[in-house]
């Protein structure tokens, strides 16, 4: 599974039988043997310091941080990308920039975006994608443009990704 999202969502439950945000895909890694391994793009720092030892042998990030100050996600990819994926995307991690969300929100942009998502879909198959994040007290007609881009994008991850509509 490759997560593009601000938060790692790994937290521990606040109650055991409520699945959240902040939880999901630590339950996925408990609760589902057929994720072998998580990679998480564009999380805090401090959230992936968090995150318990038992998974750093299968949940490995590429930090907000590092997507920032490197061009190093090939390197990281080939050795990370070993099965066929699952895309979760969570528009936190784009910048305030590209769309608004209500959470606080990463630094990637849509050419970054672009260069992380080809590495995967050129190297694995990708079995399926969600998107969420959506803010409803935000500008509409700039989060449905982004909405628009992005589908446009995964209908077809060869074109380029461009904010023209």
Not at 93 to 110: C, H, I, M, P, Y
Not at 138 to 158: G, M, V, W
Request: charged fraction near 25%; aromatic fraction near 10%.
């Amino acid at each position: 599974m490759v997560i593009c999202d601000h938060h790692t969502d790994m937290l521990p439950a606040r109650f055991p039988e409520l699945l959240s945000c902040g939880c999901w895909v630590k339950r996925a890694l408990d609760e589902c043997p057929n994720i072998r391994e998580v990679l998480i793009v564009g999380a805090r720092e401090d959230l992936i310091c968090a995150i318990e030892k038992k998974y750093r042998s299968r949940v490995f990030c590429y930090s907000d941080k590092r997507i920032g100050g490197s061009d190093d996600w090939m390197p990281f990819a080939l050795s990370h990308v070993h099965y066929p994926a699952y895309l979760s995307l969570d528009k936190d991690v784009f910048t305030t920039a590209a769309v608004d969300t209500n959470w606080d929100q990463g630094s990637l942009t849509l050419e970054q975006f672009q260069k992380i998502t080809s590495c995967l879909f050129n190297r694995q198959t990708v079995l399926g994608v969600d998107i969420c994040g959506e803010n409803p007290r935000a500008d509409q007609k700039k989060n449905n443009d982004f909405n628009r881009i992005l589908l446009r994008y995964l209908e077809d991850e060869n074109k380029p990704l461009s904010m023209a509509v």
